[in-house]
């Protein structure tokens, strides 16, 4: 990730602290991001700074979210929230978004899918983990399929095992090709579909009858 003139300020609200931590120290690599606050409850929302841009909050059940996400809205109507869980269930995901979040992240995402997530909401956009989006999709969007004339056969493998919540690595494996290899075909995918981030290439997939 390019370094830009001003880091985005993030704080961590995390209930296990040692997670919490890592998750800090690791971000703190990037130097798009700098670390303002960690704390263990809602009650970290006492850590947020009037220049914090993006809080990654903790939610792993509705009562996280009622008491955290709502919370942190009315007292911080402009910080962007990304919320970090362990579960991947759609209802969980429509909770977090009709409460307030702007993004949605499973804990076993790579650290560059959350880095992601967190300067996709920095800009004014939404992020959800392309798992939990393709899942949400499946059950309730209504079925259409579009061209996919612009994807070569091997993309379209591609953006449907993406679709599937697979990293660059994962995907490799399953095809038998190198880690650059499908970054290049995921650049190209990008490129062809006009696409920043895996969960629009997951959503595109399910909508479109891929996945």
């Not at 841009?53 to 402009?78: C, G, M, Q, T």
């Not at 899942?135 to 449907?160: G, N, V």
Request: aromatic residues 4%; charged residues 20%.
């Amino acid at each position: 990730m390019e370094s830009s003139a001003t880091p985005l300020r993030v704080c961590i609200i995390e209930k296990q602290l040692l997670f919490g931590k890592a998750i800090a120290q690791a971000l703190s690599a990037d130097p798009n991001i700098t670390i303002v606050g960690l704390a263990a409850t809602r009650d970290g929302a006492l850590l947020l700074k009037e220049r914090t841009d993006v809080v990654v909050i903790d939610v792993d059940n509705v009562d996280d979210i009622d008491d955290a996400i709502e919370f942190l809205k009315s007292r911080f109507p402009a910080i962007r929230i990304c919320a970090l869980s362990m579960h991947t269930q759609p209802e969980l995901l429509q909770h977090c978004l009709s409460a307030g979040a702007d993004a949605y992240i499973v804990k076993d995402s790579s650290l560059q899918e959350l880095a992601a997530a967190i300067t996709t909401v920095a800009q004014g956009s939404s992020y959800v983990d392309p798992r939990v989006a393709g899942d949400l999709l499946r059950r309730r969007a209504p079925a259409h399929r579009a061209s996919t004339s612009a994807l070569s056969p091997r993309e379209i493998d591609i953006i449907r095992l993406i679709a599937q919540g697979m990293s660059n690595r994962d995907i490799g494996q399953r095809l038998v090709l190198s880690e650059k290899t499908v970054k290049n075909h995921v650049s190209h995918i990008f490129s062809k579909l006009h696409f920043t981030t895996r969960s629009q290439a997951a959503v595109h997939a399910v909508r479109n009858g891929l996945a």
